[in-house]
């Protein structure tokens, strides 16, 4: 049978139903699972049997999101979390030992920076940068003790793009796991595990949820690693819960039309804020003038939903512009159906310093929009006053 097609899986992929043969998938709202007998009991336990036992370590609920981001991103297995910043975590927590190196971009979300920087290297693992412009350097960073090859693509928030078949070949070549955030593409768009990434890593609440209501986070790849990941997660307990699980899993039904809606959106919005005076730069990765349109096109199905433009006036310039705002919403979240504009210099990377901050793309008047799915001469309308 062949398979079906990525809105079908993402709306037909369902726990099994129970007696009462419901069309929806119920709440699994149970902190544990009981046992027929000692027996069932004591396999459950060895793994002998595959079934749940407690919902730190697995649930129906988190189960089915689960398998229906496996299905999207071509996985053979995953593990979902509380946050997207639990997944990340826990990924090179239950990968690395003491000891082991990280090649990483240096265009990442400012909590994984901060990861790096300040918590890993606690335990002995460092991580060595390189910019997103020059991947040719990534080599000469490899060291005998490197264990993963990390990026973000698009990046956030300079929504910079990698070519993933780079990283793919670089790692495989070394040795090395390649381990993508594919948060802003979603595997509607993109699918880093046909170029190579061994795991791919979401924040579930962003456009997974796309609605602002529930945090998660999931990682998916390889089954052996994931069981690396698995174990370390079932023993210090960063599991998702299961209504978020419901919640997202119900939320993937209709991820394909609503990134499809935001794609188009972003696509017009990109193009009023390249024509307009007060706007210095405009970053979408389906503009022909964005530095790497070709490999956006080469790797992604549409551009996503995330602009970074550059308002004249340097910080200044973005507070101002960020005064001025009246329809939009001031948030630090992305992927919602309202449209959220930051001013990271100020606010989610204003604790770096200026130098890393120009490092990861982060000028003094840059702006991130998540274009959201309200009419569009609406979303135009409220930039258009607030940047004049």
Known sequence: MKDNHFETEAIRTQTERSQFLEHSTPLYLSSSFVFEDAEDMRASFTEEKERNIYSRFTNPNTSEFIDKVCKMEGAESGYAFATGMSAVFSTFAG????????????????????????????????????????????????????????????????????????????????????????????????????????????????????????????????????????????????????????????????????????????????????????????????LKSHPQYEIAKKQMKLGGNIIAFEVKGGVEGGRAFLNKIKLLSLSANLGDTRTIVTHPASTTHSKLSTEDRLETGITDGLVRISVGLEHTEDIISDLNQALN
């Open 95 to 286: 990968l690395l030992s003491s000891g082991d190196h990280i090649v990483s971009a240096s265009s990442v979300f400012g909590s994984t920076h901060a990861l790096f920087t300040k918590f890993l290297p606690k335990w002995n693992i460092e991580t060595s940068y390189f910019n997103i412009n020059d991947v040719d350097a990534i080599e000469s960073l490899i060291q005998p003790n490197t264990k993963i090859l990390y990026a973000e693509s698009p990046t956030n928030p300079a929504v910079d793009i990698i070519d993933l078949e780079i990283l793919g070949k670089i790692a495989k070549k070394h040795n090395i796991l390649l381990v993508i955030d594919n948060c802003f593409a979603t595997p509607y768009l993109q699918n880093p595990i046909k170029f190579g990434a061994d795991i791919v890593i979401h924040s579930a609440t962003k456009l997974m949820d796309g609605q602002g209501r529930v945090l998660g986070g999931v990682a998916v790849g390889r089954a052996d690693l994931i069981r690396e990941i698995y174990l370390f997660s079932r023993n210090t307990g960063p599991a998702l819960s299961p209504f978020n699980a419901w919640v997202l899993s119900k939320s993937l039904e209709t991820l394909a039309v609503r990134v499809d809606k935001h794609c188009e959106n972003a696509l017009k919005v990109a193009e009023f804020l390249e024509g307009h005076e007060n706007v210095s730069l405009v970053k979408y990765p389906f």
